[in-house]
């Protein structure tokens, strides 16, 4: 049974605006992860975008489920705040292995280090830097 006809229709507006904004902005991401060249600019395209889609369609979900049923929406927060805490330790974590790993192969197309600082004294050594 569907209870969709009971949304208010200003809530059914708000609540399809910001469906449509987060699949967009996904939608947007993962374009970006087809499009751009190299490893590193693609890290960034789909880790943004799914960060900010999930926040747009969970907070869709939260407005359209407390209207309705006049409920919690405890579901929503913690699928938010997974999302929001994981996804940047992934892009971190992804990107620092493809950095360590490019330059320990001393590939040309590896984003430089900062000025005066070294990531691994041994990695280094390894590669005749």
């Known amino acids: ?33 087809l499009k751009l060249d190299t490893f590193y600019s693609r890290l960034h395209a789909p880790t943004l975008a799914a960060s900010g889609g999930v926040l747009l369609i969970s907070l869709a979900s939260m407005i359209c489920f407390a209207v ?3 409920r ?3 579901h929503e927060v ?10 940047p330790v992934t892009l ?9 790993r490019d330059r320990f192969e001393s590939k040309n197309d590896v984003p430089s280090k900062p000025l005066g600082e070294a990531l691994d004294p041994e ?3 390894g590669a005749g830097v």
């Open 1 to 33: 049974m569907s209870y969709v006809t009971d949304l208010p229709v200003w809530a059914a507006m708000i609540v399809c605006l910001l469906l449509l904004a987060g699949s967009g902005l996904t939608l947007i991401g993962a374009l970006g992860l």
């Open 78 to 87: 913690l699928i938010v705040s997974f999302v929001v805490l994981t996804t």
């Open 68 to 70: 309705l049923q006049s």
């Open 123 to 125: 990695l280094d050594k």
């Open 72 to 74: 919690w929406i405890f």
């Open 92 to 100: 971190m974590m992804l990107g620092q292995s493809a950095l360590y």
